[in-house]
């Protein structure tokens, strides 16, 4: 059903009737998230509402893998997520207020959520701040798949002799190269020089 994630739902009948909801939410249909770090994936939702102490609370479960975007190298990076967290619902900032500080709160206005938001709000909890491969990982990456676009190794520039006089290999030639001739006496052959 379009919109079931993001529709508005009535928390206390939802706490009354502790119902357990649950929901596949595609990454794009969560409110709220950073779209330049979150790239794509799905969040597999499980809500259970119920009343504790006098309050309506939710357990919020999640599951998935999402993909980010390394901030490094600005490739793909895969998040497996498996969290699972107590809410206490809250109708106004009074209500917040009043709460046990030991519980997060989250404020549904006027008694109402969308599971959308309830889910972006805990799935932001578990992203980390700045998405990085691990150590090595995007190196590794890299040298799996270049990115489109990226300069390729750079071939060899053939040193030009100076121009004009003629005198090609003058310039290699006075280029000191120590192991040359140490390489021709290992091989016991005398290189004759053309
Ligand atoms: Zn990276």
Redesign the pocket.
Known sequence: MPGGASKLRDVRKLADARATLVLDIPVAELPGLPGELVCSGELHAQVQFGREQGFMVAQVALRGELELI?Q????P?PLPIASSSPVLLVESEADAEAAPVEWETYLAAEGRLSLAALAAEELLLALPVVP??ADG??HA?AAQAPAPGAPGPVPPVAVAGTSGDGAAGAGEQATTRPFADLRALLDGSARTKT
């Open positions: 390394c490094r190298c600005m490739r990076m990085l491969h990982g995007c990456i």
